[in-house]
Nanobody, 119 residues
């Protein structure tokens, strides 16, 4: 069982930066993919960024060029560097990890960290 703990959220003015971190209690080496999701009030949870085991990344269009996801297998951590933040980035951000073993997919979630961007 892997537990994920996010940190780094907070209040920032538009144009500012934050760096989110996700620390895993176990090894993330076996995780096929790790990502960051966010959920704003009244909206569905959406994938923001993901990184696979071979370090391929993908981003939702609205954050391309502003956010960077990185993965450190040695430290069992995943980071999301968020630059040029906008009020519409305000949401609870969740760390996610997924792996597939013997045809069964296992998905893990963190508890979330609040990001608030003021205009």
């Amino acid at each position: 069982q892997v537990q994920l703990v996010e940190s780094g959220g907070g209040l920032v003015q538009a144009g500012g930066s934050l760096r989110l971190s996700c620390a895993a209690s176990g090894s993330i080496f076996s995780m096929n993919a790790m990502g960051w999701y966010r959920q704003a009030p009244g909206k569905q949870r959406e994938l923001v960024a993901a990184v696979t085991s071979d370090s391929s990344t993908n981003y939702v269009d609205s954050v391309k060029g502003r956010f960077t996801i990185s993965r450190d297998n040695a430290k069992n951590t995943v980071h999301l560097q968020m630059n040029s933040l906008k009020p519409e980035d305000t949401a609870v951000y969740y760390c996610n990890a997924a792996r597939t073993s013997r045809g069964v997919q296992y998905i893990y979630w963190g508890q979330g960290t609040q990001v608030t961007v003021s205009s």
